[in-house]
Every structure is written in structure tokens, then in C-alpha cells.
């Protein structure tokens, strides 16, 4: 994000940070599964040339990566989620009940 913020979000710069991010990722996922951990990876705004915090699709559109352990498989991919199911589904991962202002279902995700 500092990145892009930075040096804007089509630089070498932003780039390299993202190839970065990627190699520190692959590094650490295989081992955080075989620990019996689940990744989500995802992000809290897209980026378009002009910047961030419109109504783009590339600044409202962001992935959301989620690793299964290694004693699970992973759910269909592809669907397009609402961004309000994230937060009900990190509660619902780590054993917590959700607030009742948490109207969203958790994501199914394996």
C-alpha cells in the first residue's frame, strides 16, 4: 500500500513491493498450513491510475485468497463476495461469535 501510495499503483516500484510480498508469502504459507493454520489474504481497497477511495471497479473489486490447512480442501473459487462477509468469517475461523452489527454471512470456504 505504502507502495503504491508512494510511487503510484503501475511503477516498478509498486511492482517490485507486490514480487516482494509474493516471495515472502510463498515462503511462509507452506509452513503456516503444515502448523494446522488457515491464510486469508486480501486487501482493503483496489487501485486504479488515479488513486484509491472512488467507485471503480478496480478500487471497489479487491481478491480474497484463503488457504485451507492441510487437512482441508479448498471451496469452489470465483465467486464474487461482498467485502461486509470478511470481517463474520475471520470470527467465524477463529471460534468467535460475530456482533449482531454483523448482519453479512461468513464466507463458506471449505
Known sequence: DHAGHT????????????????YD??????????AGY?????????????????TSE???NVP????PPTDR???AAGDILEQT?????????????KPDSMTADPIQLW
Open 85 to 97: 462477509q470478511i470481517a463474520p468469517t475471520i470470527c467465524e475461523l477463529l471460534g468467535l461469535k
Open 73 to 75: 480442501e479448498v471451496a
Open 58 to 60: 478496480e478500487e471497489r
Open 7 to 22: 510511487h503510484g499503483g503501475h511503477s516498478a516500484e509498486y511492482r517490485a513491493a507486490v514480487a516482494g510480498q509474493d
Open 38 to 54: 488457515a491464510v486469508l489474504v486480501t486487501a482493503d481497497h483496489g487501485r486504479n491510475s488515479e488513486g484509491h477511495g472512488g
Open 25 to 34: 508469502l510463498a515462503i511462509a504459507i507452506p509452513h503456516w498450513r503444515d
Open 64 to 67: 480474497l485468497y484463503a488457504v
